[in-house]
T-cell receptor, first 114, second 115 residues
Framework: AQSVTQLGSHVSVSEGALVLLRCNYS??????LFWYVQYPNQGLQLLLK??????LVKGINGFEAEFKKSETSFHLTKPSAHMSDAAEYFC????????????FGKGTKLTVNP | NAGVTQTPKFQVLKTGQSMTLQCAQD?????MSWYRQDPGMGLRLIHY???????DQGEVPNGYNVSRSTTEDFPLRLLSAAPSQTSVYFC??????????????FGEGSRLTVL
């Protein structure tokens, strides 16, 4: 069964610093991978997704993620953090081959300090 | 364009009471699902449906029932609420087979407190 591990439940960066949020997955078949963002008191919205095309995926708000099969990783990065990036971020995996279930990690809360 | 609409947004129940969380989507999505979100636990799948008349269990189905009589609606029923069901509940839907990219569209959530 597929699973997701997000390393670090809280990450704190300074404004303008690099953002790196880590995600490792487990899947028995080639996966679809996603990053979602949740702002306070809101639902989740999609940041970016990997669906077996390019391994480097660009998303909204300057975020990107790289799929590394050898490392079973899909880390999320942004070169320069903005205050508005403060939110909780969730990595999710959907096993390919017609699987319907989307499994989420436990989330990483990003704090951006001025 | 409403997307995924959940009602109510807030609800307080007493232990043993029943209630239904409503979810409706206007995107003609075949797939609909319910998640619960608890601090430090991420989102956990309760039940999901791949079309009208078809439902299946997720990771944490106990204490919850669902049905899917129409494409648009996917209500979640708590038959006898327990304090352990205090949580924020999210409904999410996804596009149709063959065209979907796996992206889930989420409602704004329903915050349930069971006393």
């Amino acid at each position: 069964a597929q699973s997701v591990t997000q390393l670090g439940s809280h990450v704190s960066v300074s404004e303008g610093a690099l953002v790196l949020l880590r995600c490792n997955y487990s899947s028995s078949v080639p996966p679809y991978l996603f990053w979602y963002v949740q702002y306070p008191n809101q639902g989740l919205q999609l940041l970016l997704k990997y669906t077996s095309a390019a391994t480097l995926v660009k998303g909204i708000n300057g975020f990107e993620a790289e799929f590394k099969k050898s490392e079973t990783s899909f880390h999320l990065t942004k070169p320069s953090a903005h205050m508005s990036d403060a939110a909780e971020y969730f990595c999710a995996v959907r096993a390919g081959g017609g699987s319907e279930k989307l499994v989420f990690g436990k989330g990483t809360k990003l704090t951006v300090n001025p | 364009n409403a997307g995924v609409t959940q009602t109510p947004k807030f609800q307080v129940l007493k232990t043993g009471q029943s209630m239904t969380l409503q979810c409706a989507q206007d995107m003609n999505h075949e797939y609909m699902s319910w998640y619960r979100q608890d601090p430090g636990m991420g989102l956990r799948l309760i039940h999901y449906s791949v079309g009208a008349g078809i439902t299946d269990q997720g990771e944490v189905p106990n204490g919850y029932n669902v049905s899917r009589s129409t494409t648009e609606d996917f209500p979640l029923r708590l038959l006898s609420a327990a304090p352990s069901q205090t949580s924020v509940y999210f409904c999410a839907s996804r596009g149709n087979r063959g065209t979907n990219t796996g992206e889930l569209f989420f409602g704004e959530g329903s915050r349930l407190t069971v006393l």
